[in-house]
């Protein structure tokens, strides 16, 4: 009997916060909403708007001009997600601030600074964004200091003090390659100095468990507060983790995966709903022993295809890249050979572009270095390819397949793709 009613309750609960919000997400899709917002310390021209879901690299995003230091502009948002702001002159030098809020209200006021002073943004309007900055000022409150005393401590250390003397050569080794020489084989070094720890110093490895320490504890504060009183605002919160925090957090999955589950029963009619699942699909079955995710794609001539039609070799490289990504295409490159010489022993790959606004450079690359095997198209994130397989704001990934559908193994070199081939196809 308790145990019923302890269901009851759950459900009730779930309920009663769908209904108390349900009003505030419908009401508030409808209509249309201004931006009037005034920059301070900023010589910046235009400011671009675009939702949180879209990549900025698209061209869908809407250019706002800046005169006289200030702006403004009424859209229609068609769903109540997150938008962010990115000033046109951060971006194109190549590192920027994302502003965020959410078009709740029929007018919102803004008041924004140079990114190195973003904590004096000033966004006024909409229970949304209260919501949202009022979790963020808890963070704050209970967090900064902690933070930056760690991060003051690190940054007195020299690089012979953080990080191990194997590390420090390949860092040199990437300082001065020369600029045709492959970048690939060195990031490859890295990532497997970083996976085992092995790139830290006795002292640096003190501070990343102080680091580890701090953000563990964070996120139980948050997400005690995302489970407490749930928001919708709140849901963003937990997309944006999924995005940047769970791979450095796997042990945490549960964590992040009670709090979808939760969030997409309260909110099932949310962007983010969809977006989560897949993620934490993704990060449930992208390893080895687990079967590729089949996705729809376009096929060159326009028509589209599952990807599951396609698999029908003995062994099969998924290669996720693009022709904007130098070290996607770096990597396909090495396994060019491979695949001259294995294909007729039943070596395939399958390429899946991603590219916005037009593929003449996907084309222009693909007869250029000869790709001559299935190639599919991921035009303006159309399918959701990327986020179905968890790298939304990764460039590509490469997943070596057998013909079973079974991964073998996740972003190989193409030394382990030979090792692999060798093995079983001669």
């Known amino acids: 009997m308790q145990h019923l009613l302890k269901r009851y309750s759950h459900t009730l609960m779930l309920l009663l916060c769908a209904l108390s919000t349900a009003g505030i997400l419908s009401a508030q899709t409808k209509g249309t909403v201004t931006i009037k917002g005034e920059t301070v310390e900023r010589n910046s021209r235009v400011v671009y708007l675009l939702p949180k879901t879209m990549t ?73 964004n209260r919501a949202y900055n009022q979790i963020k000022q808890q963070l704050d409150d209970n967090f900064s200091t902690v933070e ?28 001065t390659r020369k600029k045709d ?6 990031y490859e070094k890295m990532e497997t100095l970083r996976k085992t720890g092995a790139h830290l110093s006795d002292t640096g490895k003190v501070w990343m468990n102080r680091l580890d320490s701090i953000a563990k504890a964070k996120l139980a504060f948050k997400y005690n507060i995302i489970s407490t009183t749930p928001h919708p605002a709140h849901f963003y919160l937990i997309y944006e983790d999924l995005l940047y925090r769970v791979n ?128 599919l198209i991921e035009l303006n994130d159309r399918f959701g390819i990327w986020n179905k397989y968890g790298i939304q704001n990764a460039a590509g990934m490469q997943l070596l397949v057998d013909e079973q559908g079974k991964i073998l193994i996740v972003n190989p070199t193409a030394e382990e793709v030979e090792q692999v081939l060798k093995k079983q196809l001669n």
Not at 88 to 100: H, V
Not at 181 to 186: K, R, T
């Open 56 to 128: 900025i690299r698209s061209d869908e995003k809407i250019s706002i001009p800046i005169r006289n230091n200030r702006f403004e502009y009424t859209f229609t948002p068609p769903n109540m997600e997150t938008y962010e702001l990115v000033f046109q002159d951060e971006y194109e030098e190549g590192t920027w601030f994302a502003i965020n809020f959410f078009p709740d209200s029929s007018t919102l006021l803004m008041k924004l600074y140079p990114k190195e002073k973003n904590a004096r943004n000033l966004i006024i309007g909409g229970a949304y």
């Open 148 to 175: 930056k005393i760690n991060a003051d401590y690190f940054s007195k250390l020299s690089e012979e003090q953080k990080y191990s003397l194997e590390f420090i050569a390949t860092l040199k080794e990437l300082r």
């Open 181 to 186: 020489e492959p970048v690939v084989p060195i």
């Open 248 to 375: 450095d957090h796997k042990d945490l999955l549960s964590m992040f995966d009670n709090a979808v589950i939760k969030y997409s029963e309260l909110y099932p009619d949310m962007v983010y709903t969809a977006l989560t699942t897949e993620k934490m699909n993704s990060l449930k079955n992208i390893y080895p022993g687990k079967n590729f995710i089949d996705v729809t794609a376009e096929q060159v001539n326009g028509d589209t295809i599952l990807l599951s039609s396609l698999m029908k070799h003995k062994i099969t490289l998924l290669n996720l890249w693009g022709s904007w990504c130098g070290p996607c295409i770096e990597k396909t490159q090495k396994v060019k050979p491979l695949y001259d010489q294995y294909q007729s022993k039943g070596f395939g790959i399958i390429g899946i572009a991603r590219e916005f606004k037009d593929t003449k450079a996907m084309y222009n690359r693909i007869q250029k270095d000869n790709y001559n095997w299935v190639n």
